[in-house]
């Protein structure tokens, strides 16, 4: 199996060797992370969370070893509206209502430097 991460972000980087060693990374991941979800889902196509995810894991390993500062997650509450600002939801999901469910936490840092949304279910 052959993934495409060609148009992966580097989260932010200027380093052409960084970006194309963390693209490596992404896709070797993901390959071996796809041969155990077919196993389970045959009919699977595209391995769009799974490279979502693998993205999302790579960014925040390579800001909590590049900032010099600790970044830690930050909690979201349940049952309160949805903010865009510090939330965001699945592709196919309305944003209106209230947090019932947190997929993906938010993560940052003490100074503001670095922010990963926090990915929720609203209904």
Known sequence: MDTDVSNTPAAGSTNPSMEALRKQEVKYTVDAL????????????KLVKTIELCDKAFDLAIAMFGFECDISPISARLGVPFDDET????QKWNPAGTVTLIIFPA?????????MKAKVWCR
């Open 87 to 90: 939330m965001t939801t699945p």
């Open 34 to 45: 796809s041969k155990m979800v077919y196993l389970v889902y045959s009919n699977v196509d």
């Open 107 to 115: 993560f940052g840092d003490s100074s503001n430097t670095f922010h």
